[in-house]
């Protein structure tokens, strides 16, 4: 069974490695370009810390260092927890 508890948002990392081409043309080679980013949320279940990571794609939007986020995790094993933004 899924709970849901609150979480925040410890760090946020932009994929630097992986460019992604926003326009059909470039003048240079930054133009149009968009990276991915990775969020690590810090959640607490039953006083136990727990850290979840979430892939956000390039062009969407990524929440602040610092904010808090709805985790929903598998009520048996708290460390198998999905991110919903």
């Known amino acids: 069974m899924e709970k849901e508890t609150m979480g925040?948002?410890?760090s946020v990392t932009k994929q630097?490695?992986?460019?992604v081409n926003r326009k059909p043309v470039?003048?240079?080679a930054m133009d149009g370009a968009a990276?991915?980013?990775?969020?690590?949320?810090k959640y607490t279940i039953d006083g136990k810390d727990y850290i979840c990571r979430?892939?956000?794609?390039a062009g969407n939007k990524v929440p602040d260092k610092g904010t808090t986020?709805?985790?929903?995790y598998c009520e048996d094993k708290p460390s198998?927890?999905?991110i919903e933004l």
Do not use: Q, S, Y
């Open 54 to 57: 979430k892939w956000i794609g």
């Open 69 to 72: 986020i709805k985790v929903i």
């Open 80 to 82: 198998k927890a999905r």
């Open 16 to 19: 630097w490695w992986l460019k």
């Open 26 to 28: 470039r003048a240079h």
């Open 8 to 10: 925040t948002v410890i």
């Open 35 to 41: 990276f991915p980013h990775t969020i690590n949320v």
